[in-house]
């Protein structure tokens, strides 16, 4: 295995065992938990080994700054996330910052670079706890206002200002975390694909022209909760039957003919009181509805929404519908995927422009400065946001290989 592998994996997987021992298998380190702040710590006491200097937000993003020669230059930035979802592998996020770190070791040690290049940690870009993804990444970009942080609520109750709170940070102080346009250049992402057309096609980088916009529901069904042995079949208001009806009805729509490329999950349900003997009384789905183009993704959306009132009042079920989220799909600019494509080139990687089909910090951070991605293959049928989630140790060096040499050409090239 080549040094820049094996240093790689070492990161990688020193990440890894930062994960909460009682939550089963994969890597489960939540948003705004301890854990996550340990792996943000970890980034910053070796960032500031290296003799940079690292802030952390009042919000929780850790930034490191190599200085440029050219102290006028707005910056160019990198990195990634290091919160997951529950049950997670241990490359979604982590691959780029731990790019980050191979890229900070790098440029550190060699020629200084005109423009200062700073390498980037987001917190809680997983939707997983708060519903919501990119939250840091948004309020980098302005777009998470101090009141919505009292909104947005885990499984337990807590919200995000709470959250922050319990870790030391303020709430309070959003606004001083966004970022001034003038301040960036750019900012170039690495990722694993979490998808398998780049293992597929034995093609080594994948760089993204569109990522996928999201709408996120929140569908409540109330039935009427009652013994399972004294209710007859015909007297029932089962919440759980017309959820699955709206389950299936989400998977129909999005194979059909006008929504091909649309993808709808109703990933989570809540059932009340979930308990055998009892008629579900209440069920809460949350369903996730992504597409890269925004008008398919909206009026699939809509047209879920439409039908699931319809199951609703045939069944005799109460609905209550909420958006939990709504971002657009984000076309990346053109002259950072020519640079990146320069780099792929220059380090004799083969690669293919493609779609992400998931979000990422780069989305958000795109109405800030132009931003891009980088893709490296998902092994295992591109699982990701499971513990099988794999990507080799070689093909992220030189995905990192590629991030160095795309870095120094913006340097060179704005
Ligand atoms: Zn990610």
Same mark, same amino acid.
């Given at each position: 295995?080549?040094?820049?592998?094996?240093? /790689?994996?070492? !990161?990688?997987?020193?990440?890894?065992?930062?994960?909460?021992?009682?939550?089963?298998?994969?890597?489960?380190?939540?948003?705004?938990?301890?854990?996550? &702040?340990?792996? =943000?710590?970890?980034? &910053?006491?070796?960032?500031?080994?290296?003799? !940079?200097?690292?802030?952390?937000?009042?919000?929780?993003?850790?930034?490191?700054?190599?200085?440029?020669?050219?102290?006028?230059?707005?910056?160019?930035?990198?990195?990634?996330?290091?919160?997951?979802?529950?049950?997670?592998?241990?490359?979604?996020?982590?691959?780029? /910052?731990?790019?980050?770190?191979?890229?900070?070791?790098?440029?550190?040690?060699?020629?200084?670079?005109? $423009?200062?290049?700073?390498?980037?940690?987001?917190?809680?870009?997983?939707?997983?706890?708060?519903?919501?993804?990119?939250?840091?990444?948004?309020?980098?970009?302005?777009?998470?206002?101090?009141?919505?942080?009292?909104?947005?609520?885990?499984?337990?109750?807590?919200?995000?200002?709470?959250?922050?709170?319990?870790?030391?940070?303020?709430?309070?102080?959003?606004?001083?975390?966004?970022?001034?346009?003038?301040?960036?250049?750019?900012? /170039?992402?690495? $990722?694993?694909?979490?998808?398998?057309?780049?293992?597929?096609?034995?093609?080594?980088?994948?760089?993204?022209?569109?990522?996928?916009?999201?709408?996120?529901?929140? %569908?409540?069904?109330?039935?009427?909760?009652?013994?399972?042995?004294?209710?007859?079949? =015909?007297? &029932?208001?089962?919440?759980?039957?017309?959820?699955?009806?709206?389950?299936?009805?989400?998977?129909?729509?999005?194979?059909?003919?006008?929504?091909?490329?649309?993808?709808?999950?109703?990933? &989570?349900?809540?059932?009340? *009181?979930?308990?055998?003997?009892?008629?579900?009384?209440?069920?809460?789905?949350?369903?996730?509805?992504?597409?890269?183009?925004?008008?398919?993704?909206?009026?699939?959306?809509?047209?879920? /929404?439409?039908?699931?009132?319809?199951?609703?009042?045939?069944?005799?079920?109460?609905?209550?519908?909420?958006?939990?989220?709504?971002?657009? *799909?984000?076309?990346?600019?053109? *002259?950072?995927?020519?640079?990146?494509?320069?780099?792929?080139?220059?380090?004799?990687?083969?690669?293919?422009?493609? *779609?992400?089909?998931?979000?990422?910090?780069?989305?958000?951070?795109?109405?800030?400065?132009?931003?891009?991605?980088?893709?490296?293959?998902?092994?295992? =049928?591109?699982?990701?946001?499971?513990?099988?989630?794999?990507?080799?140790?070689?093909?992220?060096?030189?995905?990192?290989?590629?991030? %160095?040499?795309?870095?120094?050409?913006?340097?060179?090239?704005?």
């Amino acid at each position: 295995m080549s040094t820049s592998a094996k240093r /790689v994996g070492e !990161l990688l997987e020193t990440y890894a065992a930062m994960s909460d021992p009682d939550s089963g298998p994969g890597v489960t380190r939540l948003s705004y938990t301890p854990l996550e &702040r340990d792996a =943000h710590d970890f980034f &910053r006491d070796r960032l500031e080994s290296l003799g !940079l200097t690292v802030t952390v937000d009042p919000v929780g993003n850790t930034i490191a700054e190599l200085p440029g020669s050219d102290p006028s230059l707005p910056a160019i930035g990198t990195g990634s996330h290091l919160d997951s979802v529950p049950n997670a592998g241990a490359f979604d996020g982590i691959v780029g /910052v731990v790019g980050a770190m191979v890229a900070a070791e790098t440029l550190a040690a060699g020629e200084r670079l005109r $423009h200062p290049v700073r390498f980037v940690v987001f917190t809680a870009e997983e939707g997983a706890r708060w519903g919501q993804a990119c939250s840091g990444s948004r309020m980098c970009a302005g777009q998470l206002d101090r009141g919505r942080l009292d909104t947005l609520t885990d499984k337990d109750g807590i919200t995000l200002a709470e959250a922050m709170r319990d870790l030391d940070l303020d709430p309070d102080r959003v606004g001083e975390a966004a970022w001034r346009p003038e301040d960036w250049a750019a900012f /170039v992402e690495l $990722h694993i694909e979490q998808g398998a057309s780049l293992d597929a096609l034995g093609v080594q980088i994948g760089l993204v022209d569109v990522i996928s916009g999201s709408s996120r529901l929140q %569908i409540t069904l109330t039935g009427r909760a009652s013994h399972t042995g004294g209710t007859p079949m =015909h007297l &029932r208001a089962d919440a759980a039957a017309g959820a699955a009806e709206i389950v299936l009805t989400a998977e129909a729509l999005a194979n059909s003919a006008p929504h091909r490329g649309t993808r709808m999950t109703a990933s &989570r349900l809540d059932v009340f *009181p979930n308990s055998i003997t009892t008629i579900p009384g209440v069920v809460t789905l949350q369903v996730d509805v992504r597409d890269v183009d925004d008008l398919r993704q909206r009026e699939a959306a809509d047209e879920l /929404v439409d039908r699931a009132v319809a199951i609703a009042e045939a069944r005799g079920l109460g609905i209550e519908v909420g958006v939990l989220g709504d971002v657009s *799909p984000t076309l990346l600019p053109i *002259p950072i995927r020519d640079v990146t494509a320069a780099a792929a080139a220059e380090a004799g990687a083969s690669y293919r422009v493609m *779609p992400s089909g998931a979000s990422h910090d780069s989305q958000v951070i795109n109405s800030v400065c132009p931003a891009g991605m980088i893709f490296v293959p998902s092994l295992n =049928h591109g699982v990701s946001h499971a513990p099988e989630e794999l990507s080799r140790y070689e093909d992220i060096a030189l995905g990192v290989d590629v991030l %160095i040499g795309s870095i120094r050409r913006l340097d060179a090239a704005i």
